[in-house]
């Protein structure tokens, strides 16, 4: 389809032909997709304090038309994980990401988020919430300040900006990536990696 | 309105008296009084401890440190019930456990509190030993209702089952989880070493994830023979099963509360409504993922219709183990961390904690240290209430316009918090003794303008704002009700207490710090349900400005710029060994830090009381015969944090 | 009785003040722009819009503020004025850094410099006690608090082999780890000269100078620098380590800005964190925990 557009125009080298339409659609999919990110209304500890306060009145969220937090998953196309993941809620958390359409993103907001931080070591802290759900932007801090958390959204917009729709995965054939929701055992259980549990466990 | 000063009461709500299950006397507080301007308040409990010593002789021996044992604890009950209706020790504050695996025991530490007077909270101790099957005892349930959420912890945390609880499940963790992991023999996945600071740090320090050390690359650990495939995991119990079929569990209310709307008029009553009806009941679950449960709060309700006919909590979404990390960590390590408890008032719970120690290493700070950590503590009970006004607004349904005042007020003063500390939420700025940075000129100014200019406006604009507001009013005039001699039996604190009548206000009741030379009062209110509650909290803002006022006029003259530490800084601290329970009044109600040292450079157990954790105790009670859409009400008016409840 | 609704009607009336006195802040300043909105915003006597524009305009940050700790290069000697001693690593809560000593080749007794220094700011609460009980001033508080980044490899590429992977072994795919290894900083990755320092601190630095006065030998450069620091603008820092410049808008009056991120993920890694050839941390291969039982 695009061949014919372009066909009468400039010439266009033999291994581009099928971009061009492709990289103006691109930029307007980037486009509507950066501008238009609707968080998910989702605070899990202390850096949810400082969420709020950047959708607050200081800092103005909707100026980067990222002012519709939802309270539902099923409208939201950003996962702010903002504070610390702990064991018990990582099944509602992941289960929550597999309800969220895609495209979906996640940022892990604050130390706790990105890898456990000062609650590393505690036993019911999951060391980083990346562990179970893909994260696309990390922000450190403890907690970040509201313009951290801006400073990410922008990072994310970069990053949403050099997508393209011909590589994303959700359009992807046979893209069906829902993560399977960790179960409290004894501990908890990964499900992606029962079988090596099950045999290391056995050795133990 | 001035403590001692009449209240304007609206019609006093008709209730059904309550009496606990087990039968005894309801708890004897005073209710509806008003705490007197200067309490007496008991510096000991040395009588106290005597005259139980000679009532049940044989019985009680003399603990190390810190209260007495009772040597049996098949009658804890018997004991704990002269407690409460022979002594007035009204309330029980703090039930924790402290496990000792050199004598085989755990041992069950109770702390119980005359309300409102207060004075020293009595101390009682019962041991158990440790062998599983061995290791349980008696419920205080039946005496103090409030212990339910307590107890549930304790045996959470250390295993120590208590015989009559009503809901004897795990309530921070989940159900299945192996191990008692407060017990000190008891290692976490990422188990690095007893204490720290950890010997792989320095000198030769080589960076290792911790991911790297374990067995499955992850903070986890199985027992052996784990098979996943064939576990069945229910971490909840059987929370859905408890709640079927029986109609009004409330413990202590044989038939439904009388709900009485706005103008004291009953409404009718859930039974007699809904037995005409049919209606199913239905169970729904809200959180822990919902806008309205403030963070990451699970409540299970029973509907019949729209009323509510039993709640559940299920809470730990956000258990991070301050305790067990607390254990690991130096004392200093602690500072920080408790910020990290009750976001949104870092400041206070920072100084329950350096209080605590304080008293065990016996330092007074500095005048100025008192002034500067006043300042910091009122002016953070100003920055929590405006956030939780706010968000009480939010869940009435007035979507955000005054939340975003609050908050755009709130923000001038955690930036004052950020140019002296150096953080907006997490300040890390007490220190035993001392405090961190004095305020230079330039924030004084600041502090100034703030506390004579701008916080003045803006409570007044937020009380003409929302006050008489119909629809507030409407929603929260009756919603509620709880009581002063059930919110007392319920350990409630704070300024829900204070909105039932009860004038206990830690700031008063146990003083710390100068708050005896400043002028203030503790604002109550005897109605009790959610418009009370937000009352108090606009008239307690008033009164926390009025200290700052005070503070700010009087520092200069007072205290010595710079003065800010006593004695030497220092970062290795050794605690002589003792124990001791501290406690200040956050915005949130009284927090208390039970803390053993074995004299050495690690707490040998660091128990926090919380009180948003033990305020939801009463919300079951609160919350039953309301409508579902009240329930959100309700939860915003306990104000509590997740960070706290959760630990 | 009052009238039904007048609490209403009140409330509304309040909105509406606040609606208006946005305004009215707004025109007042119109033309003649004394201060930057962000400061002028912030001030109590504001009554109107306290938004503050981010990218655009940022809040002047406080002396105190602190985010990550760096380690203060001291400019005249070219080397690192920490002496590992240990103490940060010591008071550190959620144990974060590690500290290697350098011993000395021949007597094997330790030299007063650190061979190597990790800092996992995945892992930092933040509380600033390193740079509090330091007694060397080695150790301080940065205010760079734009560091958030996005893993570096090319994420649709990753994502898209990921899934592929995933649907050809039948399992799917295990992440985590993109944050870890770019987040902890080593020694060259940590280090920033003392002109930042003195620039982000000012009092602090004074300090500083006051107490090394009995030295004659204090450094001629750093304390010019102090000067103008406290002033209007951020001098133009030097070193090696600042060569990426500042990256941010001029700074505004009184406005404390960083001079350059620590990772910026346009600039190329080993610019701030060395690279991983000389970062003994990397994660651990996740792929074979996968189905390769």
């Known amino acids: 389809m695009a061949e014919e557009q372009f066909q009468n125009d400039i010439p266009v080298p033999d291994d581009l032909k099928n971009n061009i339409f492709i990289t103006s659609l691109d930029k307007l999919y980037n486009w509507g997709r950066k501008r238009s990110m609707w968080p998910m209304l989702f605070g899990l500890a202390c850096c949810a304090i400082e969420m709020i306060a950047t959708a607050a009145s200081r800092h103005d969220l909707a100026r980067f038309g ?136 056995a050795t133990v | 309105m001035a403590a001692g000063a009449p209240a304007p009461a609206a019609p006093k709500p008709a209730v059904a008296a309550a009496s606990p299950v087990s039968g005894a006397k309801p708890p004897a507080a005073p209710a509806a009084v008003a705490a007197p301007a200067k309490p007496a308040v008991a510096a000991n409990t040395d009588a106290e401890m005597a005259d139980i010593t000679a009532k049940f002789e044989g019985l009680i021996s003399k603990a190390p440190y810190e209260g007495v044992f009772i040597n049996d604890p098949a009658r804890l009950v018997e004991v704990a019930t002269y407690v409460r209706d022979g002594l007035h020790f009204s309330m029980l504050s703090s039930i924790t456990a402290v496990d000792y695996p050199k004598d085989g025991v755990i041992e069950v530490v109770y702390h119980a509190t005359r309300v409102p007077s207060g004075g020293k909270p009595l101390c009682f101790k019962v041991r158990v030993p440790r062998e599983d099957g061995k290791c349980s005892m008696p419920s205080l349930c039946g005496v103090y209702p409030g212990a339910e959420f307590q107890e549930r912890e304790a045996y959470d945390l250390y295993g120590v089952r208590f015989e009559g609880n009503p809901d004897l499940r795990r309530i921070l963790m989940w159900e299945g989880f192996a191990g008692w992991p407060m017990r000190k023999d008891w290692k976490e996945a990422y188990f690095e070493g007893e204490t720290k600071p950890f010997e792989t740090r320095w000198p030769a320090g080589k960076h290792e994830l911790a991911e790297e050390r374990v067995p499955w690359q992850d903070n986890v650990t199985f027992p052996k023979d784990f098979d996943p495939f064939s576990y069945t995991s229910k971490p909840d ?264 009548g009860v004038g206990y206000d830690v700031r008063k009741a146990d003083p710390y710090g100068y708050y005896e030379r400043f002028d203030w009062d503790v604002p109550v209110r005897y109605n009790a349900d959610v418009y009370d509650r937000y009352l108090v909290r606009v008239q307690e803002m008033r009164e926390s400005l009025k200290i700052v006022q005070q503070v700010l006029q009087r520092m200069s003259k007072d205290t010595k710029v710079g003065d800010i530490q006593a004695g030497k800084k220092a970062y290795n601290h050794r605690v002589p060994a003792g124990q001791t329970y501290a406690r200040v009044e956050t915005p949130k109600g009284e927090l208390g830090f039970y803390l053993v040292s074995d004299g050495g450079q690690n707490p040998y157990r660091y128990h926090i009381r919380s009180s948003s954790f033990i305020n939801l105790n009463s919300l079951k009670e609160m919350t039953v015969g309301y409508k579902v859409a009240d329930s959100v009400v309700i939860l915003g008016s306990l104000d509590i944090v997740l960070g706290e409840v959760d630990r | 009785m009052a009238i039904i609704g007048a609490g209403i009607l009140k ?283």
């Open chain 3, 11 to 293: 409330g509304l009336g309040v909105t509406m003040r606040h609606f208006v006195e946005t305004y009215i802040e707004d025109f007042k300043y119109m033309g003649f722009n004394v201060d930057s909105s962000a400061v002028r915003r912030q001030n109590p006597k504001n009554r109107g819009l306290a938004t503050i524009e981010y990218p655009k305009e940022k809040m002047p940050l406080p002396e105190n503020f602190r985010y990550v700790p760096f380690l203060v290069e001291d400019t005249s000697k070219e080397e690192e004025k920490c002496t590992s001693c240990g103490i940060c690593a010591k008071v550190c809560p959620p144990q974060c850094i590690w500290i290697e000593r350098t011993e000395d080749p021949v007597t094997k007794r330790p030299v007063p410099q650190p061979k190597q220094f990790f800092i996992d700011s995945t892992i930092c609460m933040n509380c600033g006690f390193c740079a509090e009980f330091c007694p060397f001033d080695a150790i301080k508080m940065d205010v760079n608090y734009e560091i958030s980044y996005y893993p570096a490899e090319d994420y649709k590429t990753a994502a898209a082999d990921a899934v592929a992977a995933s649907i050809q072994d039948n399992v799917l795919p295990v992440h985590g780890g993109g944050a870890v290894g770019r987040l902890i900083f080593d020694k060259t990755g940590l280090m920033k000269s003392d002109v930042y320092h003195a620039t982000i601190h000012p009092s602090d630095w004074a300090r500083e100078v006051a107490e090394r006065k009995p030295a004659p030998a204090a450094k001629a450069a750093p304390v010019a620098v102090a000067a103008p620091a406290a002033g209007l603008s951020a001098p133009k820092p030097a070193g090696p380590k600042m060569a990426g410049g500042p990256k941010m808008a001029a700074p505004a009056a009184g406005v404390v800005v960083p001079a350059a991120p620590i990772v910026s993920s346009e600039a190329p890694a080993p610019a701030v964190v060395s690279p991983p050839a000389q970062v003994p941390v990397t994660r651990p291969s996740k792929p074979k925990i996968v189905g390769h039982v």
């Open chain 2, 237 to 500: 119990g059987n929370i859905y099963e408890s709640m079927t079929g029986n109609r009004n569990s409330v413990q202590g209310f044989p038939d439904a509360p009388v709900v009485v709307d706005a103008n004291g008029m009953n409404q009718p009553q859930a039974d007699e409504f809904m037995d005409e009806l049919k209606t199913d009941e239905i169970i729904v679950n809200m959180g822990p993922q919902h806008p309205s449960t403030h963070g990451v709060l699970r409540m299970v309700v029973k509907l019949d219709g729209e009323t509510i006919t039993d709640l559940k909590l299920a809470l730990g979404y956000l258990h991070r183990n301050h305790e067990k990390i607390g254990e690991r960590n130096t004392w200093l390590h602690n500072i920080p961390y408790t910020d990290r408890l009750d976001y949104i008032c870092g400041l206070a719970n920072e100084w329950g904690y350096v209080l605590g120690v304080e008293r065990m290493m016996g330092i007074t700070p500095t005048p100025r240290v008192e002034y500067l950590r006043i300042l910091m503590a009122e002016l953070t009970r100003i920055e929590s209430h405006f956030w939780s006004i706010g968000f009480l607004l939010n869940d009435v349904g007035a979507f955000f316009t005054p939340a975003l005042y609050f908050i755009t007020e709130r923000d001038f003063i955690i930036d004052l918090f950020e140019s002296v500390a150096g953080s907006r939420l997490m300040c890390n700025y007490m220190r035993f003794g001392g405090v961190s940075r004095d305020f230079t000129e330039q924030q004084l100014q600041r502090a100034h303008e703030l506390a004579f200019e701008r916080l003045p406006r803006a409570i007044d604009e937020l009380d003409h704002f929302l006050t008489e507001n119909d629809i507030l009013k409407a929603r929260c005039i009756g919603v509620g009700y709880l009581p002063a001699d059930r919110s007392v039996a319920y350990s409630l604190t704070g300024p829900c207490l204070r909105a039932a």
């Open chain 1, 66 to 201: 990222w002012e519709l937090m939802r309270a539902s998953p099923r409208q939201a196309d950003l996962m702010i994980v903002s504070g610390t993941v702990t064991k018990k809620m990582i099944p509602q958390i992941v289960r929550l990401y597999n309800q969220m359409p895609e495209p979906r993103y996640c940022v892990a907001m604050g130390a706790c988020a990105t890898s456990g931080g000062p609650f590393k070591e505690g036993y019911n802290v999951v060391s980083g919430v990346d562990k179970y759900i893909p994260v696309d932007v990390y922000i450190p801090g403890c907690p970040p300040r509201p313009e951290a958390l801006m400073h990410s959204f922008i990072k994310l917009q970069e990053k949403i900006e050099k997508q393209s729709i011909r590589t994303v995965r959700w359009y992807q054939k046979g893209d069906e990536v829902s993560i399977p929701v960790p179960m409290l055992g004894p501990d908890l259980v990964d499900m992606r990696k029962a079988n090596e549990i099950k045999a290391q466990a």
